[in-house]
C-alpha cells in the first residue's frame, strides 16, 4: 500500500484549503490535493478564495503544520487552443513555494503538435521548479489511453514527466490490472481513486466524472486487482465527486478510506 494517501480536490470542492487539511488529518490521511483555483468541476467559484492569496498560503501552511498534512498534488492545468502554459510560470512559482510534489496537465487540444510542444513547455516549466510533472489521460481527449500517455512521455523524454492513472479513465478506456503491473514503477507518478459502474448510466462522461462517482466498494471496478497492481511507492489520492448526493465530506469519503486501509 501507498505510504501517502490523499484527499484530491474535487472530492471536497467544496472546502477551503485549510478545512481540506483537517479534513484529511480527522480522516486519517497524510495529504490533500489541491488547485489553485476555486471551482467544481465546471468552473463556477466554490469558496471564492484562491491559493494565490499570501494570506490563505499562510493559514494552508499552518493548518498543515498543526495536523501533520502534506500537499501530495496540484491540478487545474489544461493545454487548450486558447491557452499558452507558459503563462502559468506565476502559479508555478507559487507551487514551487508551496512544496507541492507532483503538478498535473491534461489537453483537449486536437492538435497533436501543439499538444506535445506545450507539454514540452510544461516539464521545462516544472523542472526549473523542482517539481514533477504528471500527464492525465481521458476518452474524448488528444490523450485518451494509458498506451496514448505512455507514447507520449516516450516522446517527450523528460525525467520529470511521468503518468497520472485515475482509475475511471482506465478502466473505461479498456485498461486492466495487468496493463497497470506492467508499467514500470518508474512511468507512474500518481493514482486517482475512485468506484463506478461498469456500464456507464450517465450519457455525459464529463459530468459522471465531475459529480458522480461512486466510494470505493459501491461500484463494479475490480479494486483489489488494481490497486495490487500499483508500484508500492506511488501515491494515491481519493477522487470520489458526489456533489450530488447531499453528504458532507467527512461521510462522503470515510468508507473509501476505509477501503484502502483493509
Known amino acids: 500500500m501507498a505510504t501517502i494517501i490523499g484527499i484530491d480536490y474535487l472530492s471536497c ?24 483555483d476555486p471551482y467544481a468541476g465546471d468552473l463556477r467559484a466554490v469558496h471564492g478564495r484562491s491559493l494565490r492569496d499570501p494570506v490563505l498560503q499562510r493559514e494552508t501552511r499552518d493548518a498543515m503544520r498543526a495536523r501533520g498534512i502534506v500537499i501530495s498534488m496540484c491540478e487545474g492545468f489544461m493545454v487548450a487552443p486558447e491557452i499558452n502554459i507558459t503563462d502559468r510560470a506565476g502559479d508555478l512559482d507559487i507551487l514551487g513555494e508551496l512544496e ?23 516539464v521545462e516549466l516544472t523542472s526549473g521548479r523542482g517539481l514533477q510533472a504528471t500527464v492525465e489521460f481521458l476518452p474524448g481527449s488528444p490523450i485518451q489511453s494509458l498506451s496514448d500517455a505512455c507514447g507520449v512521455v516516450e516522446q517527450i523524454g523528460a525525467p520529470n514527466l511521468k503518468i497520472l492513472v485515475d482509475f475511471m479513465h482506465l478502466c473505461r478506456t479498456g485498461g486492466t490490472a495487468a496493463d497497470l503491473a506492467a508499467l514500470a514503477s518508474a512511468q507512474v507518478g500518481y493514482v486517482q481513486v475512485c468506484d463506478i459502474p461498469i456500464v456507464p ?13 461512486l466510494p470505493l466498494g459501491e461500484g463494479e471496478l475490480p479494486l483489489r486487482e488494481l490497486i495490487n497492481a500499483l508500484p508500492r511507492e506511488v501515491a494515491i489520492g481519493v477522487e470520489i ?13 470515510a468508507s473509501s478510506i476505509a477501503f484502502l486501509r483493509d
Open 100 to 122: 507541492v510534489p507532483v503538478v498535473n496537465i491534461f489537453s483537449l487540444d486536437p492538435d497533436r503538435s501543439r499538444t506535445l510542444d506545450q507539454l514540452g513547455a510544461f
Open 13 to 36: 470542492p467544496e472546502l477551503l484549503p485549510t478545512s481540506a487539511v483537517h479534513l484529511a488529518a480527522d480522516l486519517g490521511c497524510s495529504a490533500f490535493g489541491i488547485s489553485l
Open 241 to 253: 465527486p458526489m456533489s450530488n448526493q447531499g453528504l458532507p465530506p467527512f461521510k462522503r469519503l
Open 201 to 213: 448510466v450517465i450519457a455525459n462522461y464529463g459530468e459522471e466524472a465531475l459529480f458522480n462517482r
